[in-house]
């Protein structure tokens, strides 16, 4: 054996998650471990038929006020502290009767379950005892093992079935793993308690992590951090990183409308919008219209109840996923013909409010654009007249654009997304593209442009399609060119003085 593997004489267990414990106590008693454990932990190993000593009879002190008071200990801190060669610790855990512990398991209380509970329910999910025994297991890893989720235990297994003990690299591996978590740990209810501190730092800490199939390529791996995961997936493949992003991207911009809503994204940019009070069916068939061609393989939401009505005219489309608050029991009965077809249910979506990205071997990290339709519209133009009916156009087709990857420009009418230019290196390329999908329809619609037209010649494709409206941010140095332009084709347009630049 190598002389930094050791075996694992006593153990001190201590779990909130009890899932896998029994396999792990196993392997323990085959290697003839002594096992210490606390409270329910200790009664259901017992339960189970394993022989346990408990953490009590160490310190001779009983569990006090509810279990808040158990391991906070001399007795049990020092048997995981104790150096292994220093002469003076092990000489103190003699005189005071400390059993050396070569492992300690243990989890954390479940605070992500409980974010949306009052201030004392969350409290009593502030986990005092386990994070403070394993900082001081992992800081001691020189000579102690430490598992901090039941997700270890196969690993530390096949450790022990292969070496008779834990190696040096073992341990130093877990313990790093440990400082993670209690790190995140700490992290999530910061930031649950005092959200207005939106600390930088702790966003990089990303809650309990969910292995993905791959990445954006198969040869790319991948994993999905969360600290509350409050939606369900009711049929379907396992969801991919792609699926991810762009079932986050259609809820965001469902979210921005009070009235029904669909959005079908491809590629993370919407290929249609359709927002009104009349059904989800109709308001996908809406949406749809926009671009059927790049709807096939995408992502749908809604912000309603889908329901056979609505289901007998999607299933018929190549979708990935789709997503909505709840599915009827005949929409459900539909899309269990398409096996594949991934169904999320999600009834009360929240939307992140920080985005983090890598960046030249470091970190991006921005508030999310939570700016809605602005509270007054300035009318640059001689065409002054912003009816109702405009006005609305004009609001519905800036948020879209707003969730459309620069430069963006939608086309829309009666709350429906007509044509869509995304993510062009020019502006006036994106006018174009938009133009050509809303070919046809564009009579009485309105233009929305994420940021500001830089030359009139973006105005200039618009002759003679129908235009009434544009919205844009302003601010050009060309701003009165591009108002002339506007001026001699009569349409009307607004300035928000807000740019919704989205790369």
């Not at 196993?26 to 329910?40: A, D, F, N, P, V």
Request: hydrophobic content about 40%; some cysteine; glycine content about 6%.
């Amino acid at each position: 054996m190598n002389p930094t593997t050791l075996p694992i004489k006593q153990a001190l267990i201590s779990v909130f998650d009890k899932s896998g414990l029994d396999s792990l106590c196993i392997k323990l008693k085959e290697c003839g471990t002594k096992i210490y454990s606390t409270g329910g932990t200790a009664q259901h190993l017992k339960d189970k038929g394993f022989e346990i000593t408990p953490i009590e009879s160490v310190t001779q002190f009983p569990e006090m006020m509810d279990g808040r008071v158990k391991t906070l200990h001399p007795k049990v801190f020092g048997g995981i502290l104790a150096r292994r060669n220093v002469f003076e610790d092990l000489s103190a855990a003699q005189s005071h009767h400390i059993p050396l512990f070569d492992l300690v398991v243990v989890n954390l209380y479940p605070f992500w379950d409980h974010l949306n509970d009052t201030r004392e329910v969350q409290a009593k999910f502030v986990d005092i005892g386990g994070p403070s025994m394993l900082r001081a297991a992992a800081k001691n890893s020189i000579s102690v093992t430490v598992l901090s989720s039941a997700q270890d235990y196969i690993e530390f297994i096949n450790e022990i079935e292969k070496h008779q003990g834990t190696t040096q690299e073992f341990r130093y591996s877990m313990a790093a793993r440990t400082f993670q978590r209690t790190g995140q740990y700490d992290s999530m209810i910061a930031q649950t308690w005092a959200p207005q501190i939106q600390s930088f730092p702790s966003l990089l800490s990303l809650g309990k992590l969910t292995s993905l199939r791959y990445g954006e390529n198969p040869h790319q791996t991948a994993a999905w951090g969360s600290f509350n995961q409050d939606w369900k997936i009711l049929q379907g493949k396992e969801l991919s990183y792609n699926n991810l992003l762009d079932a986050e991207s259609a809820v965001r911009l469902n979210s921005e409308f009070t009235h029904s809503a669909v959005t079908i994204v491809k590629h993370n940019n919407p290929c249609g919008v359709a927002s009104h009070n009349i059904s989800i069916k109709e308001l996908f068939e809406k949406a749809l219209a926009c671009d059927p061609k790049s709807a096939f393989g995408g992502i749908v939401a809604s912000n309603r109840e889908i329901d056979a009505d609505a289901a007998e005219v999607m299933v018929k489309l190549f979708l990935e996923v789709i997503i909505a608050p709840s599915f009827s029991s005949a929409a459900k009965e539909l899309f269990s013909q398409k096996k594949n077809l991934r169904l999320i249910e999600w009834s009360n979506p929240t939307a992140n409010s920080m985005e983090v990205r890598a960046s030249l071997g470091g970190w991006l990290i921005q508030s999310s654009d939570s700016l809605g339709v602005p509270d007054e519209l300035k009318v640059v133009t001689s065409n002054k007249s912003l009816s109702a009916e405009i006005q609305s156009d004009l609001m519905f087709a800036w948020l879209v654009s707003k969730h459309v990857r620069s430069n963006a420009i939608v086309i829309a009418k009666n709350g429906q997304t007509l044509g869509i230019g995304a993510g062009q290196m020019a502006r006036v390329d994106a006018v174009q593209i938009a133009l050509e999908k809303a070919k046809g329809k564009t009579e009485g619609a309105v233009l929305s442009s994420d940021a500001f037209f830089p030359f009139r010649d973006n105005i200039d494709l618009l002759k003679g399609v129908g235009i009434s409206g544009i919205i844009q941010p302003g601010g050009s140095q060309r701003d009165a060119e591009v108002i002339q332009a506007c001026n001699e084709q009569n349409i009307l347009m607004a300035f928000t003085g807000k740019r919704h630049f989205r790369h």
